[in-house]
Nanobody, 114 residues
C-alpha cells in the first residue's frame, strides 16, 4: 500500500490550499481515509476523515474551514483547506484503513504565514 500526499507549500493566513493523496494498493472507497498532521510542539493529531458511506468527520478547530473528499474513479483523497491560520502549520499525512488505519503515507508540509 502506498499513500502519496502532495499539494503542501507556503500560504498566507486566510488563504486556501488543496492537498491530494494518491492511493495504490488500497481502494479509498472501501476504506476509512483520513488526514492527520504533525504540528510544531504537538503530537500527531487527527484532522479529517471520510468513511465508506461518504460521511465526514473533522476536528473541532477545522470545522467549517476544511473539507475532505474522495474521487473513487481516480482512487484519490483530497483535503480542501480554506481560511488557513498559522496554527494549521504542520506536516499533513494521509492515512487509510481504519481509525486510524495501519497505512501511512509520507507527509506534505503546509506552512501558514501570519
Amino acid at each position: 500500500v502506498q499513500l502519496q500526499a502532495s499539494g503542501g507549500g507556503l500560504v498566507q493566513a486566510g488563504g486556501s490550499q488543496r492537498l491530494s493523496c494518491a492511493a495504490s494498493g488500497i481502494i479509498v472507497g472501501l476504506n476509512a481515509m483520513s488526514w492527520y498532521r504533525h504540528t510544531p510542539g504537538k503530537q500527531r493529531e487527527f484532522v479529517a476523515r471520510i468513511i465508506t458511506d461518504g460521511s465526514t468527520f473533522y476536528r473541532d478547530s477545522v470545522k467549517g474551514r476544511f473539507t475532505i473528499s474522495r474521487d473513487d474513479a481516480k482512487n484519490m483523497v483530497y483535503l480542501q483547506m480554506d481560511s488557513l491560520k498559522p496554527e494549521d502549520t504542520g506536516v499533513y499525512l494521509c492515512n487509510g484503513g481504519g481509525f486510524p488505519g495501519e497505512y501511512w503515507g509520507r507527509g506534505t508540509q503546509v506552512t501558514v504565514s501570519s
